[in-house]
């Protein structure tokens, strides 16, 4: 019986965003038992990602409504649930394994143990996923200084916009760089780089996860991470409920599309990096710089962008001493539009994915 509930509970996170599949080695149910109770898992099966207050779903489920309230609240706590709070208002709901999901809600509790285990199952299980899905649940954003002031930039495409517009931030640690570091494969990056907005900002601020912070002090972090060559991938809204500032080195995502023959079929991006090559002096700082392998020096010794690689994060632009790279935007029957809600975004996935939000115990 516990086996099988914790099969079902990998069945239903494959519903949603980049999917839970399941492996030959069954790493993924390791996880699951290592993060889950069996009752904390059925009660994650009567749950969507609607949100929900306990009062309903203890009705809606035939459950006490006192024993209900506290185990939501439990699991909430342990970062298994979202939970959204206004005034006396608590609501709950269920969430992805990955990315903004359960497992980057570890972030206090990772050990060393659900360290390896994920990058086994990065190895074994993700990794066909993310080369496999667009749109992403990330999207790449140029960084804030590679863009020509001649060519007008979309709010959703300007990092700093985005930071100026939020009444609440939260700023935490990476997830990916403090699991890397406790399987000794971590890098010399920032760790304190990720960003949420708004109630997930609250919810990472609840859970003692990450600190609040002023748009000024964000904005200052942001830079650093430029600085530090740091891809700046918010979720892929209009209106992100956060931004990752990412390494090619430690970055789940990152890892997955530099295998992918193409990186660009997989990362929404509406800028490319080209150069000048009577400018460039082959110093290969942008190459250094790319998190993505996407510059070579020719034979002639001039930089050379793969386009079927460059994501146009524009790391290899601020950096360059001659002002031989520059980023332009692509053709405007090209450029992509993020969704507007994260709704659509999570439904768009499942579909071309042949699954559905749904969950099971509700489609019956």
Request: aromatic share 6%; hydrophobic share 35%.
């Amino acid at each position: 019986m516990a086996k099988e509930i914790y099969r079902k509970l990998q069945e239903q996170l494959d519903q949603y965003s980049v999917g839970f599949p399941a492996t030959a080695s069954g790493v993924e149910i390791r996880m699951l038992e290592k993060l889950f109770t069996e009752e904390e898992a059925e009660i994650f099966l009567d749950l969507s990602m609607a949100l929900e207050t306990p009062e309903s779903v203890a009705e809606r489920t035939k459950r006490d409504p006192k024993a209900v309230a506290a185990l939501l609240k439990h699991m909430a706590d342990k970062g298994l649930l979202f939970r959204w709070r206004s005034g006396d208002t608590v609501k709950y709901g269920a969430i992805p394994f990955v990315i903004g999901g359960i497992y980057t809600f570890q972030l206090k509790s990772i050990d060393r143990e659900l360290a390896q285990m994920f990058e086994h199952y990065l190895n074994e299980g993700y990794q066909k996923n993310l080369m496999a899905l667009k749109p992403s649940i990330l999207r790449t954003i140029p960084i804030h200084h590679s863009v020509d002031v001649a060519h007008p930039v979309a709010t959703y495409d300007d990092s700093r916009g985005i930071i100026k517009k939020q009444k609440l931030i939260a700023v935490a640690d990476c997830i990916c760089r403090v699991q890397q570091d406790l399987i000794g494969q971590g890098c010399d990056k920032p760790r304190e780089v990720c960003f949420s907005f708004g109630s997930a900002a609250q919810y990472y601020i609840d859970l003692s996860m990450g600190r609040q912070v002023t748009v000024e002090e964000a904005l200052e972090i942001l830079d650093r991470c430029e600085e530090t060559g740091l891809v700046n991938q918010p979720a892929n809204l209009i209106n992100p409920g956060g931004m990752c500032n990412c390494c090619g080195d430690c970055c789940g995502v990152l890892r997955a599309i530099k295998k992918h023959p193409r990186p660009i079929e997989m990362v929404s991006s509406n800028y490319y990096a080209a150069v000048n090559p009577d400018e460039c002096t082959a110093c290969e700082i942008c190459l250094e710089r790319c998190q993505i392998e996407a510059i070579s020096i020719s034979e002639d010794d001039v930089a050379e962008i793969n386009l079927d690689r460059c994501i146009g994060c524009g790391l290899c632009v601020t950096t360059c001493p001659t002002k031989a790279l520059r980023l332009e935007p692509k053709p405007e029957d090209q450029r992509y539009t993020p969704p507007a809600k994260g709704q659509e975004l999570l439904m768009e996935m499942a579909q071309k994915r042949g699954k559905s939000l749904i969950p099971f115990t509700m489609a019956k």
